[in-house]
Every structure is written in C-alpha cells, then in structure tokens.
C-alpha cells in the first residue's frame, strides 16, 4: 500500500482544514488507517484512527471534539477533518495503514505516507 496525504497548509487559529490520504491497491480497506503527527523537536504522536469498515474512530484527548477522522474505501481515502485549529496543532501530519483492528502506537502501522505540513497562526 503506497500512502499520499495532501491538504496541508497555512491557517489561523480557529480555522479548519480538511487532510485527505489516497492510497493505492486495492486491499485500503483491509487496514485500519491512522493519523499522526510530529512538531519540530518534539517525537510523534497519535492523532486518531478509524477500523476498516469505518464504524469505529479512536482520537486522542488533545483533539477529541475537534477532529473527525472518516474513510471512503470506494475511493481508497481517508481524511481528516481539523475544527477549531490551535497553535499547539501546528504539526507534519501523517497518515499510515495497519493491519491490526486498532493501534495507537506507530511501531505498529506497517505503511506511511510521506506528510503534509500544517501551520496554524495565532
């Protein structure tokens, strides 16, 4: 599976972006898709994940109520929908693929994308 996350940018705190990950194959919805992130000097972490059928999603407390993670496995993308943008979110974003039902360890996620940058401004 060969990940491609887009969608990153420059936005003011407050704002909203939407990060989208295409995938290519044709067993995306096998895996169980994750988001992560890392700021500068700072080591990665979980964001949140949806299972394969999409009914479940998982998030970590520091965006839970803000972000909403959804697939579309006819379109073999995941996405990421960010409300409520902080300057603490500011972040590379990075979405990956797991064959396990559900993971918040990156060690665990067998495939990455390459990152898209996320600037929020205050």
């Known amino acids: 599976v060969q990940l491609q996350a887009s969608g990153g940018g420059l936005v003011q705190a407050g704002g909203s972006l939407r990060l989208s990950c295409a995938a290519s194959?044709?067993?995306?919805?096998?895996?169980?898709m994750g988001w992560f992130r890392q700021a500068p000097g700072k080591e990665r972490e979980f964001v949140g994940a949806?299972?394969?059928?999409?009914?479940?999603?998982y998030y970590a407390d520091s965006v839970k109520g803000r972000f909403t993670i959804s697939r579309d496995n006819a379109k073999n993308t995941v996405y990421l929908q960010m409300n409520s943008l902080k300057p603490e979110d500011t972040a590379v974003y990075y979405c990956?693929?797991?064959?396990?039902?559900?993971?918040?360890?990156?060690?665990?996620?067998?495939?990455w994308g390459q990152g898209t940058q996320v600037t929020v401004s205050s």
């Open positions: 990956a693929a797991s064959v396990l039902k559900y993971s918040d360890y990156g060690g665990e996620y067998n495939y």
């Open positions: 194959g044709r067993t995306f919805s096998r895996y169980t």
């Open positions: 949806i299972n394969w059928r999409g009914g479940s999603t």
